[in-house]
């Protein structure tokens, strides 16, 4: 019998999709919109620079081609002949010369790739956009390789070519994409007084955030009641320790799956997580797991434990104190107390082996929850019964 896979269409966790909606950008849409806002009314007279910044995973991407796809509609309403070209400079090397040659494909399919200086591709593109009377914002995605690779002579070209069509209307406007401002301290101060006017800036999302953004693709590619909200839980606790990288996120939603469907599984669950990160995430060395005391070995096989055992992406302290104390039982120690094993755990979160974080009131104060998010409780079991075995030959 053919087992059935957990996704519906694992195409929405691809890299290159783009959601119909982004979620907690809405600030920095309407920001682009209020920039831009000129081609409705006067695109001829006027022409933009904005810079987006932002960390990896924190939607640069995703906002500028949304909002091209929106402010294509806005302009059509008018009648204006517009068009959004998103090009990746790093896909071409930084080298200006591909770059333009890129956007001037958009309209002249067969323009040579060869025999042409930046400069004359320049003038091809603008003599391109009056033949077509269109108004154009080149979105340039990953600008730092270009500065990188051309320096000041490339901003140069582009934030000055309406000088070379002076009395015309100006048909180009740009958007610069790039993680920081850093890369700009190479280029000479004109150039830089000439870029950094208009900034977006993307904050990291917080773990909040990104729930609400992995909920959002777990229900377009994944099959109904597949993915828990503990382990979108757990996915986003981990996407939010990587700097608040949604690609992060998405990439490990889509590997889970992935390993779900290798074992037959009728669901994610936390162990599959697991078992992806450790693909992403080196898992932790056995030379650290050696360095613990026994206690600490037994107390951290305990949350392995648990976990191993049970389909929970998260522990109580009580669930794993009572784990603990079954395994002194076994090799026949005596359980220490409450106040030590806290302080083990906290030494295990400072290692990087498990995450704690205070949970729900209850009548005896707050709870403790315990999350192993990036070894799996298996391998990590493993790891734990050989060394507990060599220490009590």
Partial sequence: MT???????????????????????????????????????????????VIVTGEVGTGKTVLCQTFGKNISIEVGKKGIKFRY??????????????????????????????????????????QVLEEEQVFVILALDEFDSLIEKEGSDAVYELTRLHEMHQGKPQRVSFIFIQRNLLSFRVLDDSSQSTLQRNIVNLERYGKESLRDILDDRVKLAFEIATVSEDVVCLIAELSSAETGNARFGIELLWRSGKYADAQ?????????????????????????????????????????????????????????????????????????????????????????????????????????????????????ERELYILLKMEHR
């Avoid at 909606?21 to 001829?44: G, K, V």
């Avoid at 998103?86 to 930084?94: A, I, M, S, T």
């Fill in 3 to 49: 087992h059935q896979s957990v996704f519906r269409d694992e195409s929405k966790l691809d890299i290159n999709y783009l959601p119909a909606r982004m979620f907690h950008r809405d600030r920095e849409s309407r920001l682009l919109m209020e920039f831009f806002s000129f081609l409705t009314r006067c695109p001829d007279r006027m022409s933009q620079r």
């Fill in 85 to 126: 070209i998103h090009v990746n400079c790093r896909e071409y090397r930084g080298n200006l010369a591909h770059v333009l040659h890129q956007a001037v494909t958009v309209f002249r399919s067969n323009f040579p790739s060869r025999g042409y200086s930046a400069g004359e591709i320049l003038q091809v593109f603008l």
């Fill in 264 to 380: 037959d599984a009728e669901c994610v669950e936390p162990e599959c997580v697991r078992q992806a990160v450790s693909t992403i995430i080196p898992t932790v060395k056995r030379s650290e797991l050696n360095g613990l005391g026994l206690h600490e070995k037994m107390l951290l096989l305990a949350v392995a434990r648990h976990f191993k055992e049970n389909k929970d992406a998260f522990a109580t302290l009580t669930e794993v104190e009572e784990a603990y104390t079954v395994i002194c039982e076994e090799y026949e120690e005596k359980s220490y107390s409450h106040t030590q094993l806290w302080k083990y755990l906290q030494r295990f979160t400072q290692m990087g082996l498990v995450k704690t974080e205070v949970g729900s009131v209850t009548s005896r104060g707050r709870s403790t929850m315990i999350s192993l998010p990036t070894i799996p409780a298996g391998e990590l």
